[in-house]
């Protein structure tokens, strides 16, 4: 987003370029991908682990899309999870263990542009289902606050935005969100 701060990262070097592009025009790029998550640790379940990659891989786009990993106890949810993120760039990955209803509205205004949002599970999320969807369909989050200026001790609305998109992954082992 033009004018506002963005996150120091380091340029990658020439080669890490080069090898990068011939990764992304390797016309076996999905073998390569299934190869790789089979080293992992992921064996079978092909379909489910490219659509795992595109998902976490859609965090740069303008609509990203998310991924609720829904399955029965003990069933390898976090392998998968684990597995998915190892592959992401960790400056691009936010993993949390639990989200308060609040926790998204005080975040920097660009720390989740772009950004994987990871919560291991759904129990986790508390109050927040509400700021994932609204940052999910909107974009972005708003908070209008009322808070005492320290100066004249009056009271005065402040308002903090925080910009996406971002995308989130998650797992359950409910039924029902």
Known sequence: IAGLPVEAVEAPTPEVEE??????????LFDELL?????????????????????CSSRKLAKPISLLVQSRSAAGKSAFMEA????????DVKRW????????????????VHKLIAIEEM???SGAAYSIRALQSAGM????????????GQMGSREHRV???????????GTRM
Do not use: C, H, W
């Open 97 to 112: 263990t639990r989200l308060t209803d609040q926790a998204l509205f005080y975040q920097a205004e660009t720390a989740l």
């Open 19 to 28: 090898a990068a592009r011939a990764f992304l025009q390797n016309p076996n």
């Open 35 to 55: 190869s790789d998550l089979d080293t992992l640790g992921l064996v079978g379940e092909e379909r489910i682990k490219l659509i795992g990659y595109l998902v």
């Open 141 to 152: 989050l708003s908070l209008a606050s009322v808070m005492k200026d320290p100066a004249s």
């Open 163 to 173: 910009r996406g998109p971002a995308n989130f992954l998650m797992s359950t082992a």
């Open 123 to 125: 129990a986790g999320i």
């Open 84 to 91: 998915l993120l190892s592959l992401m760039p960790p400056e």
